[in-house]
């Protein structure tokens, strides 16, 4: 097999690439180690910057986005029992924040894909990267039962933390940055109407609460646990209950409840590695860098990544020019850490961190500022609808 650009995973990242580069008339071959099913069953983020809205209407993506999501103007901080409400389009010039499951997205994605006859070979095994000092690298992989090989002039490594595209670069060559929080996440998803027209953050002594959605009938609710919380030690009641204490203000506010479709148990950390390329391999989205969940960031970081991928791999097959594959890295990571900064700054406000009661008064004071500071408010808001880029 042979192509001009093997994409290794279909999830946001790789698909979204493939849609870049099939724009201009390159070539990719999108491998991903799950089922077509699988992949477009995965529960995972659901808020989109609108950047990234911008970009999936412009490549013709987003009929049914646009039907079904749920727009935001603004999101609350809820602390010591009072909601403050920060307005992010007001604070913005009119941007706002999309949630849409990243799932429906990747089906989206899919299906697009493959309507316009592009590739994408689900359930393969063993993929390996060879040859990434010649100027055509190859992926082995097995497939349908058989050992295959496809050859490239480049490789976009989006098959996630635990993919290998990361891993194939030699060692010595990569620096990871990383930081493990003492707190993990139990999150649900819950068929239940939600409670708030808006996404609510909450600190509260017991521990952090997040209240979320996925449509008009999905509720997706998290709560701050132990690292080594067992998920057997909360049934579904005292999910209800805890969740009832932490998200609690004044007035007749109530947390809407229904069955609970599903859950689960997420640590939270943050990583880095750097630089996000080696010769004609080029990492991009969780391959390279995972941010805690509390800013929204990942999927839309993802996005951003293989914008600027395709920007220079664009440039390089219409006229050679290699200055800005040669710089994707750079390019990348001023954004990468810039959302790093974000996000641990979200979580370190809103989570518990110890039982110190000095850390405490800190973030009530940090809480405090930012919801009556309009500065510090349009600081939150901007980062929150998500910085510009450009794309073709």
Not at 118 to 143: C, K, M, Q, T, Y
Request: glycine share 8%; charged share 20%.
């Amino acid at each position: 097999m042979d192509t001009q650009v093997a994409i290794v995973g279909a999830g946001p990242a790789g698909l979204v690439l493939s849609h870049l580069l099939g724009r201009h008339g390159i070539d990719c071959v999108v491998l991903e180690d799950r089922s077509q099913a699988y992949v477009e069953s995965r529960i995972r983020a659901g808020v989109l910057e609108h950047a990234t809205v911008e970009l999936l209407c412009a490549l013709g993506l987003g009929d049914r986005l646009m039907r079904e999501r749920l727009v935001h103007h603004g999101l609350e901080l809820l602390f010591q029992g009072t909601a403050h409400r920060i307005a992010l389009s007001e604070l913005t010039g009119g941007k706002t924040i999309t949630i849409y499951g990243q799932h429906e997205l990747v089906k989206d994605l899919i299906k697009a894909r493959l309507d316009k006859g592009g590739e994408i070979l689900f359930e393969v095994s063993d993929v390996a990267v060879h040859g990434l000092d010649e100027n055509r690298p190859v992926v082995r992989f097995g497939h349908s039962g058989a050992a295959k090989e496809l050859t490239a002039d480049f490789i976009a490594g989006c098959d996630g933390f635990h993919g290998v595209c990361r891993p194939s670069i030699p060692m010595g060559v990569l620096r990871s940055y990383e930081r493990v929080y003492p707190f993990s996440w139990l999150g649900i998803l819950a068929q239940a109407p939600p409670s708030s027209a808006e996404l609510i953050y909450a600190w509260h002594e017991r521990g952090f609460a997040l209240h979320s959605m996925r449509s008009a009938d999905i509720t997706r609710l998290y709560l701050q646990v132990a690292p080594d919380e067992a998920l057997e030690a909360w049934p579904d009641d005292r999910i209800w209950t805890e969740l009832r204490t932490r998200l609690a203000r004044a007035g007749d506010w109530e947390l809407t409840t229904g069955p609970v479709l599903e859950k689960g148990i997420a640590p939270m950390r943050s990583f880095v590695a750097e630089p996000m390329q080696y010769k004609r391999l080029f990492l991009a989205g969780d391959a390279a860098h995972i941010v805690p969940a509390t800013g929204a960031k990942g999927l839309n970081l993802a996005v951003a990544d293989v914008t600027a991928l395709a920007a220079g791999l664009t440039a390089w097959y219409a006229s050679g020019r290699t200055d800005l594959l040669d710089s994707y890295s750079t390019t990348c990571l001023q954004r990468v850490w810039r959302v790093q900064h974000f996000s641990w700054w979200m979580t370190s406000m809103l989570h518990r961190l110890s039982n110190d009661a000095f850390d405490e008064q800190l973030q009530l004071s940090q809480l405090r500022y930012v919801t009556s500071s309009t500065a510090a408010a349009t600081s939150l808001a901007e980062n929150y609808v998500g910085l510009p880029y450009t794309f073709d």
